[in-house]
Nanobody, 119 residues
């Protein structure tokens, strides 16, 4: 499966964006789909994941209460609603299939979408 991330852009602090991660070729098939982000000069970090069977969600502390992950099985798409954006949220956001919070447990990485939050 190929994952396509989209929805990034430039937004002012306090604003909102909704990212989409669409699967083509087949449906998502791993335990979960996760979002990660990588800022310049920093390691890729976990943001959130959602499981496909139960819809359980898990968030990094840095985004808890501001971001919401959801899924639409019919559209083979996972969303990341980002509200209350802060300049420190600026990064390239990636989606992938896997489990847990470690990027090493994920594969089928999408190409990433840039999110820039201005102060």
């Amino acid at each position: 499966v190929q994952l396509q991330a989209s929805g990034g852009g430039l937004v002012q602090a306090g604003g909102s964006l909704r990212l989409s991660c669409a699967a083509s070729g087949r449906a998502f098939s791993r335990y979960a789909t996760g979002w990660f982000r990588q800022a310049p000069g920093k390691e890729r970090e976990f943001v959130a994941y959602i499981t496909w069977i139960t819809g359980s969600t898990y968030y990094a502390d840095s985004v808890k209460g501001r971001f919401a992950i959801s899924r639409d099985a019919a559209k083979n798409t996972v969303y990341l609603q980002m509200d209350g954006l802060k300049p420190e949220d600026t990064a390239v956001y990636y989606c992938a299939e896997g489990a847990g919070v470690s990027s090493s447990r994920y594969d089928n990485w999408g190409q990433g979408t840039q999110v820039t939050v201005s102060s």
